[in-house]
């Protein structure tokens, strides 16, 4: 691979120095971080562990002695992420014995935290190989003259280098890691990487060119003055908006397809068609809520309840007419007037359009109290996985359902997978950032294998097998393409499902 003469070290930061900065647990092993709190629940022992700041669930699974699985059964709400402060139930080795209230466990008589190793035929290739979905059929892959025999890939990211003495070598859970600018973005180069690592398996020539932009726009063009990246078949540009719009300028004069993965700017892609963006906008989450309503509910009571904010309302008002235009039962009432638009003996969903917590919560309070009397579903948008520490019994009892960009399925074998590669290479869980930072890398580098640099006309015949969600593509009049799918999972026995929508 070509690497910019600068980039040698940014490459050690993704490879070496971060899995040597990220074991938070201390130089005394992961029993230091255990709980001396326990409670015995329906029979069954649990620890009561608060969780501290910059610790894992792989670090947690390691100091219980127990699978991260187990953890994650016990405890749905944490994979939208750990939180610190969160109290979480972890199963215990010890036998319950008796009914008791919290009381200090005796670190001397628990056993001790054991390694669950898998059997060999389960642990990980050094590569992730996800199949293709379905009977592929690539037209836009029958003109040889399209397709190149090595193709040059540029990642743009903030390392923040110049930062790299701000990171003590001793580095402990006093910090979170994204309060260390460095760290910040660096599980996306790392699964970008694992990406990289496993198409290079199937044999594509790639040239891969790693940039460290700094947050200057100004600057950014120093990047853009060299000599390779005219040369370029694709940029992936994990950037500021505003250092965004600067690659994106230079992607169209110079007629460079340009991927946008994070960003929710919707604003992005306009009067640009080679911007390639890939988090869904909001103004297309109503559409498929509606299409998710059509085909899973077309007998219930459908009511959209408003909210108080005024951008809120255009949505609401939205998805109400959408509604309507498909032929459903749908009322648009205000908060107040939610219990007196509720139908007895039949099946309501009710959807709480609002992005402020208090008031989803105020709403859910309420619904609480009636789940005796009716029969209902709630559907939360947009955007309710922001939302911390929503009452897990309220979104149980209520069967809330969540629209987001992306759902990780953690009892998928791909993604168990990913999971344990990611672990076994860099010696910490992946976040979201990783999840991400993979599925890009395998989505574009694959469209770039098979379609060659006619790949983002191609990209919808693409029927790749994703880690944490699908893709779809439009392009804009005059613009650029967006990815409009959405995840859509419910609450269900104090577990996470996925919805296909």
Not at 31 to 47: M, Q
Not at 151 to 179: C, G, Q, R
Not at 353 to 364: F, G, P, R
Not at 476 to 481: E, I, N, S, T, Y
Request: proline share 6%; aromatic share 10%.
């Amino acid at each position: 691979m070509g690497i910019d003469s600068g980039m040698k070290k940014s490459l050690l930061i993704g490879i070496f120095l971060f899995p040597a900065v990220v074991n938070l647990v201390g130089q005394n092993g992961y029993t230091e971080i255990r709980s001396d709190v326990t409670r015995v629940v329906n029979g069954k022992t649990y620890f009561i562990h608060e969780v501290k700041r910059g610790q894992t669930l792989y670090a947690l699974s390691k100091a219980y002695g127990v699978e991260m699985q187990d953890i994650i059964d016990h405890n749905p709400e944490i994979l939208q992420g750990l939180k610190t402060g969160q109290i979480l139930l972890i199963p215990s080795l010890i036998p319950a014995a008796t009914p008791s209230v919290e009381t200090p466990s005796e670190k001397s008589k628990a056993p001790e935290p054991k390694v669950n190793e898998p059997p060999p035929q389960d642990e990980p290739s050094a590569t992730l190989n996800l199949p293709l979905v379905g009977e592929q059929v690539f037209p836009c892959a029958q003109n040889p003259e399209i397709r190149k025999e090595s193709y040059n890939v540029a990642l743009m990211m903030h390392f923040y280098l110049n930062e790299m003495d701000s990171i003590p070598a001793d580095m402990t859970a006093t910090k979170e890691i994204e309060e260390y600018a460095p760290l910040r973005y660096i599980q996306f180069y790392e699964g970008f990487r694992m990406a990289v690592d496993s198409i290079g398996k199937k044999g594509i020539k790639l040239n891969l060119y790693v940039y460290d932009v700094d947050p200057e726009p100004a600057r950014t063009h120093r990047v853009l003055e060299k000599a390779e990246m005219a040369k370029m078949d694709l940029i992936i540009a994990m950037l500021f908006n505003r250092n965004f719009q600067v690659v994106a300028g230079y992607a169209k004069d110079h007629h460079i397809p340009v991927v946008s993965p994070v960003s929710e700017r919707e604003a992005q892609i306009d009067g640009n068609p080679y911007v390639i963006k890939v988090r869904p906008g909001f103004n297309t989450e109503s559409d498929q809520v509606a299409g998710y309503l059509s085909d899973a509910y077309r007998l219930a009571h459908i009511i959209v309840v408003n909210s108080p904010q005024p951008e809120m309302r255009t949505a609401a008002d939205q998805l109400y007419t959408q509604c309507r235009s498909a032929g459903l039962d749908v009322s648009l009432v205000d908060g107040a007037q939610l219990e007196n638009l509720l139908f007895r003996g039949s099946d309501n969903v009710v959807v709480i359009v609002t992005n402020q917590k208090t008031y989803a919560l105020d709403i859910l309070t309420r619904l609480n109290n009636l789940t005796q009397d009716y029969r209902f579903e709630v559907i939360g948008m947009p955007r309710w996985d922001y939302f911390e520490n929503l009452d897990l019994e309220y979104l149980v009892k209520t069967k809330t359902h969540i629209i987001a960009p992306f759902f990780i399925d953690y009892n998928d074998r791909h993604v168990k997978e990913f999971v344990n590669l990611f672990q076994q290479r860099y010696k910490t869980d992946p976040d979201n950032l990783a999840f991400q930072g993979f599925d890009i890398g395998w989505l574009f580098l694959n469209a770039l294998e098979l379609f060659g640099n006619d790949f983002p006309r191609c990209l919808n015949e693409l029927q790749i097998q994703p880690l944490q969600t699908k893709f779809h593509f439009t392009q804009k009049p005059g613009g650029g393409m967006e990815n409009q799918h959405w995840e859509i999972y419910r609450y269900e026995n104090y577990d996470l499902v996925h919805v296909d929508p």
